[in-house]
């Protein structure tokens, strides 16, 4: 079977929080968005590219109206973000008002340059040098 990686859905408490968040923070945009006022809900889609036909994966935030927070549980591990200098988007996270849970480094038992930053709602976003 072949196939193509298209989004990961995530949950958020405040959309336009967590958009601002990608956008501004991390340099994503959103692709399109899409409210379901039927199902009570919006979707968001935001990635690097133009939209999936490129064959790059996107991130679908999902708000469901009236929902502000999720306990995450223990399965979902983190989303990775690919950029040139892992520093400085640190930085840029930090004067955002965003969080830096792992400072730049290299990863534990090699070399390759990571950290760790929290969207909002507290999903863990991993931050690798390319």
């Known amino acids: 079977m072949s ?3 298209l989004h990961t859905m995530i949950r958020v408490g405040d959309l336009d929080r967590s958009v601002k968040f990608y956008t501004e923070l991390l340099g994503m945009k959103e692709l399109r968005r899409r409210d379901v006022p039927d199902g009570k809900y919006t ?43 892992v520093a400085a988007a640190c930085e840029a996270v930090r004067k955002g008002g965003g969080k830096v849970t792992r400072e730049a480094g290299p990863v534990k038992f090699g070399t390759t340059i990571i950290a760790f930053v929290e969207d909002p709602d507290g999903y863990k976003i991993e931050l690798i040098q390319r």
């Open 3 to 5: 196939g193509k990686f």
């Open 43 to 85: 979707l968001a889609f935001l990635g690097y590219g133009t939209g999936n036909a490129e064959g790059q994966g996107e991130i679908e935030l999902t708000y469901n109206y009236g929902v502000e927070k999720y306990e995450h549980g223990n399965a979902f591990g983190h989303l990775a973000v690919g950029v040139p200098d």
